[in-house]
């Protein structure tokens, strides 16, 4: 989609258009599709985005009944007080409610992969309803964090199985923070710093399947990836920015991932995936 293979190129790029529409204008190009056909596609994952969160059924479990329910078991605790607040309480149950999907079988968008399918949903949709983002911004909302996870994609990676789950739901992230920042009104650097303090927040966080199975740790990571987006988001829109360049944040991605041992590479055999409960449960998955 994208030909930055650099933030700061994608930034200096722009021609004096908006990043959102600079990176829809890239995905013409490189697509060889028109403005309309890519702008129909954009809004097709965001309704399907939307269609999922509509049709998650509480009572369903996943077919090894370690996750499922947990989406509507966090919506009805948002039904009164909560601890943080209405927005937030969305977020995190509408991040429960994706992971759950997925884990279930149901369709998703893989953002940027199917694990992580939770984090720019929950930060979008709930979005839209607290502060009233039109459909159009949402859309152009997807642009930005599609333009800043192709980066993610070309310089670093967004596969738990070569860098850890830190590419997954780090990437996602980090896509979904300058998606909101954009949403705020904020200014491209400020999408550029929200997108490396998301990365930095969950830097080198391990890939660790229990039994192989994109459940546990999985569908509750989504929701840390969504808040750490919103922290990151709203510290770059306070003027807070990452001491180390965004590119550079990304490169050192890259580079503990190539670090990290292939245990805690999404081959299910470290981390929580070799707990006693683990083992127990899947014990020829080790
Ligand atoms: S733990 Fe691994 S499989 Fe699960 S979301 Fe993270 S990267 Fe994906």
Redesign the pocket.
């Known amino acids: 989609m994208i030909q930055f293979t650099s933030i700061a190129q994608m930034l200096q790029g722009t021609d004096g258009l908006p990043l959102w529409e600079a990176i829809l204008e890239s995905d013409c190009r490189s697509q060889g599709i028109s403005r309309e056909t890519s702008l129909e596609r954009m809004s097709r994952l965001l309704q399907a985005m939307e269609d999922a969160r509509r049709d998650y059924d509480p009572q369903q479990r996943s077919a090894s009944g370690l996750v499922g329910g947990d989406g509507g078991r966090m919506a009805r605790y948002g039904e009164g007080d909560t601890l943080c607040g209405p927005f937030f309480t969305e977020v995190m149950a509408c991040a429960l409610t994706m992971g759950e999907c997925n884990a279930c079988m149901k369709r998703i968008v893989a953002a940027p992969?199917a694990?992580?399918c939770g984090v720019l949903p929950a930060v979008l949709l709930p979005y839209a309803r607290h502060f009233g983002a039109s459909r159009e911004e949402l859309i152009r909302a997807l642009y930005v964090a599609s333009g800043f996870g192709m980066i993610l994609a070309a310089r670093a990676s967004i596969s738990?199985a070569e860098g850890?789950?830190q590419?997954?739901?780090g990437s996602a992230s980090a896509m979904a923070a300058p998606a909101v920042v954009y949403l705020q009104g904020g200014t491209p650097e400020q999408m550029a710093h929200s997108c490396a303090m998301a990365v930095k927040n969950l830097l080198g966080?391990?890939?660790?399947?229990v039994g192989g199975l994109?459940e546990v740790?999985?569908v509750k990571?989504?929701v840390i990836g969504a808040m750490n987006a919103l922290s990151a988001a709203q510290m770059a829109l306070a003027g807070i920015t990452s001491r180390i360049p965004p590119d550079q944040v990304l490169d050192a991605m890259a580079e503990v991932g190539r670090a990290l041992p292939r245990s805690l590479r999404?081959t299910g055999t470290g981390g929580l995936a070799a707990t006693p409960f683990a083992r127990e449960r899947f014990p020829r998955e080790l």
């Open positions: 992969t694990g992580a738990g850890g789950c590419a997954e739901i966080l391990v890939c660790d399947p994109v740790p999985c990571r989504n999404e």
